[in-house]
């Protein structure tokens, strides 16, 4: 099975990150508002978009993008 993240960083945007629903089940779109980026770029700031914005911590920054064995 194949699947597809499209990443992209524009500028403009009202919200710091926007999902896209491309309509295929397998493929998600995701656009991350650059001038938010640029703008918060204190050091609590950094670490936090790991967690709200990327979702690859968790707040106790255990990574969530692990691969487990299915039993």
Do not use: A
């Not at 089940?25 to 990327?54: A, C, G, H, M, Q």
């Amino acid at each position: 099975m194949q699947s597809s993240v499209l990443i992209r960083y524009e500028k403009g945007l009202e919200e710091p990150i926007k999902m896209c629903d491309t309509g295929n089940v397998r493929e998600v779109s995701i656009i991350v508002n650059r001038d938010w980026i640029e703008d918060n770029k204190d050091y609590p700031t950094l670490w936090n978009n790991f967690i709200y914005l990327f979702n690859i911590v968790d707040n106790n920054f255990r990574l969530t993008t692990v691969s487990k064995k299915m039993r």
